[in-house]
């Protein structure tokens, strides 16, 4: 049995045999597939993860590499990344555990523009990178909120607790009002400093 394959080197045809009874699982092309992805699979989640919508995605494979992929196929790619998100997010039974202790943690919000039920709203993305006692850095969570605000800090810090945080030695922070106090209400001992931009 023969079927075509879409590879950043184009479409190639491969040749596979028949499995009537199931049991053989190809390893290096799965069943139905049809895009061989091992290439195009990090290019194609680098668009997507700046923001890049599916329309956008295709035209480009297609500029680039004259290959068409279909909405249902670049969905298929990219939810392979909702897991690794999710691990970094607040919701319950989406995140992982922490290490107790961290050395230097960034906390900021970034603003963004998105499109929301048809409309273009702000939306503030609290990202939390730390420093762990072995000296790496981490991405200790992402948190979507309508706008920044002390309050929000508060519920992300605790949360932070909640996952086995307990005491960050330095965090890092811009001049937002209440945000020190917030911090120093959970963490206690932690010592906060405005980074250096601020």
Not at 125 to 130: P, T
Request: aromatic share 6%; proline share 4%.
């Amino acid at each position: 049995m023969s079927k075509k394959l879409r590879t950043s080197d184009g479409i190639i045809e491969i040749e596979s045999s028949r499995d009537r009874s199931k049991h053989f699982e190809p390893q290096i092309v799965k069943k139905r597939e049809t895009i061989l992805a091992e290439n195009l699979e990090p290019r194609i989640l680098s668009m997507y993860g700046l923001g890049m919508s599916f329309r956008d995605i295709s035209s480009h494979l297609k500029e680039m590499y004259d290959m068409d992929i279909s909405h249902d196929a670049l969905s298929a790619l990219t939810e392979k990344i909702i897991p690794k998100v999710k691990e970094c997010g607040s919701p319950p039974g989406q995140s992982r555990p922490l290490d107790p202790l961290w050395c230097i943690v960034w906390l900021d919000a970034m603003h963004y523009k998105v499109r929301e039920e048809g409309r273009t709203v702000s939306k503030a993305v609290y990202n939390i990178l730390g420093v762990n006692r072995h000296g790496h850095k981490e991405l200790l969570g992402v948190y979507v909120s309508e706008r920044e605000g002390a309050n929000f800090w508060l519920s992300v810090l605790t949360d932070l607790q909640h996952r086995g945080v307990k005491d960050m030695l330095i965090s890092c922070i811009d001049n937002l009002k209440g945000f020190a106090e917030a911090i120093n209400s959970i963490f206690p001992a932690t010592e906060v400093q405005s980074c250096i931009v601020h």
